[in-house]
């Protein structure tokens, strides 16, 4: 069949564009017809018409008598065409349920064949561990007898196993049963870790913690540094529970017996850390970088006397009466102790008894002054007793026993003055048991301040009572006033001498004892600004300065530690106290009995508690 031209079929295109359907352009006999359409004539063309009409009426009676000639086999295949298609509809129901079923059966066939070759795989796991039952066994106790050596404390053998578990994990990690032992095991060796740990907590002895670091080591759950810190903290909170059962209501016995125990259980601490561990290799771990195992040492044991320091500046605070001296030789011979391991403390000792032993004085001389105040808000002149002071002879009066300090027996006639030189006197006596050079300016100046406030309550009560004055009473006052100038003035000076001698302060300032008044209220209280106030009602006489060898006076000074004595007893005869005007020369000139007074034994009682100040 000739194809259609190119220009044929744009012809043909363009005369038939909307006269037949675009699906009949594909189907070669229309294209065969059209291009023998092509070739014929216009008669032909014309005629074409009436030959397609006809042949279409001859194909139309053709087919009318096939089908009347033929029904029933049209019949026939209809209805097998029908059955057929309905067979065909069931086989492909069938089929499609098969298909939905293959893959259920698929997969039941696989999980089946995976059962049989675990069912395979599990017979023969089982044929051996049946062979292999004991060994088995024995690694599935593991375990419990870990946990057993542990609890016996059987470290040795328990390491051993922690050990032999470590292989097995190596070999064996993907094992749930060795990952099930492993976690055991581990829970074991942190029990074991604890109960090590808990040893260093208690009283333990030096092999013993040699024993414990040796496990702990062997363990190595820590590096060298944190063994050693470890072991520290350990240590010392087990002496932090000795401390804490010391009972702490009287404060004297809580420090005593702190000392006590920081004393022994530190330096024992101390010297089972330097026998374990040695100080001389510096410590590299793994980063490179060394670690400077001395600063742990040294911040620890700075930490653990700065506790102690602590705790005795707390009790310090809340008293320890007048046991302070004993608290200080018990605290200096602990830092002593110290020394021999290179932490001694002894510095750090003395500012803080200093202050405690300054604001205990305070405290007492504001207590007398208060005292002071009281009394002479209760003292009349006329309810003055007969004088009791000028009543007694001198030769009958108590004598001065060598190494004291005889209080003036005028001041009995006057109750108010009386009782506050007890009181200050009280004050010496407990200042005097642990009395440092440095406080030398303190006290004079807290016992000046005293002075200069009972010299304003003496003003006071003479601007209350001057305006009912009787000429006795006048004289009395003057007495009074006289008494307080003349008698206890001088005679705290003289004991300010005592406590505090110029030539010790002489000594230490580097000057020469008659130069130590220039340093101001340096163990010399300053009578005239004390007086002051008063030199309108003392009388006015005469100053006579006795001849005085000051060489003799000062190279009798011996430098020891200043001491009040007893109380003088009333079998001795009693020395004439000297004139006012010889105590107050100045720092620099001492009184005679000052010699004996330095070289007398300490004493623990108090100067002045006897029968005659307690006049209250």
């Given at each position: 069949?000739?194809a ?17 359907p675009e699906?009949w352009?594909?189907n ?7 291009s023998?359409l ?5 008669e032909k063309?014309n005629?074409?018409p ?22 029933k ?5 209809a ?5 057929i298609?309905r ?21 039941r066939?696989?999980?089946?064949m995976?059962e049989?070759e675990?069912?395979g795989a ?10 292999r ?17 542990v ?27 060795i990952?099930?032992?492993v976690?055991?095991?581990?829970q ?7 109960q090590?740990?808990?040893?260093l907590?208690s ?9 414990v ?6 363990m ?11 072991f520290?903290?350990a ?9 804490a059962?010391?009972?702490d209501?009287?404060?004297y ?8 125990a920081?004393?022994?259980?530190l330096f ?6 330097r026998a ?11 980063g ?6 001395g ?13 102690f ?19 200080l030789g018990?605290?200096m011979y ?11 403390f002894?510095?750090?000792?003395a500012?803080?008894f ?8 305070h ?15 209760l ?9 009791l002071?000028g009543?007694i ?9 060598p190494g004291?300090?005889?209080?003036p ?19 010496f ?13 303190d ?17 006071v ?10 000429s ?10 006289c008494?307080?100038?003349?008698d ?6 003289r004991c300010?001498q005592?406590?505090f001698?110029?030539?010790q ?12 008044h ?10 005239s ?7 309108f ?5 005469e100053?006579v ?37 010889t ?7 001492s009184d005679?009995?000052l ?12 100067i ?5 100040f307690?006049?209250?």
């Open positions: 069949m000739a259609v031209d190119v220009e044929d079929q744009s012809i043909l295109a363009s005369i038939f564009r909307n006269s037949f699906n352009r594909e070669p006999d229309f294209s065969a017809y059209l023998e092509s070739s014929f004539g216009v063309l005629r074409e009436e030959r397609l009409a006809e042949e279409r009426d001859q194909i139309l009676q053709q087919t009318r008598e096939l089908a009347f000639s033929n029904y086999t049209f019949i026939r295949t209805d097998c065409t029908e059955e298609y067979d065909f509809g069931r086989v492909e129901a069938s089929v499609s349920a098969l298909l939905d079923k293959l893959p259920s059966f698929r997969e066939c696989r999980g089946f995976k049989a675990d069912i599990s017979r023969r796991m089982n044929s051996l561990t049946l062979n039952h004991t060994e088995i066994l024995e690694i599935l106790e593991i375990p419990q007898l870990m946990d057993t050596c609890r016996n404390g059987y470290y040795e053998e328990a390491l051993e196993l922690a050990a032999y578990v470590k292989r097995l994990e190596k070999k064996h990690s993907s094992l749930p049963v990952q099930d032992i976690h055991e095991v581990r074991s060796t942190q029990l074991m870790l604890n090590l740990l808990q040893q907590r009283n333990s002895q030096l092999p013993v913690c040699l024993r670091i040796g496990y702990l080591r062997r190595d759950v820590f590096t060298e540094a944190e063994l050693r810190v470890k520290l903290q240590r010392g909170t087990w002496l932090h529970s000795i401390l059962a010391i009972p209501g009287d404060p016995f809580h420090i005593t017996k702190t000392i006590e920081c004393r022994v259980h024992d601490i101390i010297t089972q850390y374990i561990f040695s100080d001389e290799d510096p410590l590299v771990p793994a490179g970088q060394a670690v400077n195992e600063a742990i040492f040294h911040g620890w044991v700075v930490q653990k006397v700065a506790e320091l602590e705790t005795l500046d707390r009790d310090l605070q809340r008293g320890v009466g007048g046991r302070l001296d004993s608290l018990q605290c602990f830092g002593l102790s110290f020394s021999r391991v290179g932490a001694d002894r510095g750090q000792l500012p803080m200093q202050r405690v032993a300054a604001e205990t004085f405290k007492a001389v504001q207590e007398a002054v208060d005292k002071f105040q009281e009394d002479m808000n003292y009349t002149l006329i309810s003055l007793p007969s004088v002071g009543a002879p001198a030769a009958a009066a108590p004598g001065t026993q004291t300090l005889q209080p027996m005028s001041l009995l006639d006057f109750q108010p003055l009386a009782c506050f030189l007890n009181n200050v006197l009280t004050a006596n407990d200042l005097r048991l642990c009395c440092p050079v440095g406080l030398a300016q006290v004079t100046k807290h016992l000046e301040h005293a002075l200069v406030m009972v010299t304003k309550l003496i003003l009560f003479h601007r209350a009572e001057e305006s009912a004055f009787s006795r009473e006048k004289d009395l006052f003057v007495q009074f006033c008494a307080f100038a003349e206890l003035v001088p005679f705290l000076n300010l005592v406590l001698p110029p030539a302060l002489a000594l230490i300032l580097g000057v020469p004892p008659t130069q130590v220039k340093y101001g209220s340096l163990g010399c209280i300053d009578v600004a004390v007086l002051q106030p008063l030199e009602v003392l009388p006015k006489r100053i300065l006795p001849e005085v060898d000051i060489s003799t006076e000062l190279s009798g000074l011996a430098i020891a530690e200043p001491v009040l004595g007893d109380a003088p007893r009333p079998d001795e005869p009693q020395p004439i106290e000297p004139d006012p005007s105590s107050e020369s100045g720092p620099g000139f005679p009995e010699e004996a007074i330095l070289n007398e034994p300490r004493s623990e009682e108090t002045q508690n006897h029968e005659e307690s006049l209250e």
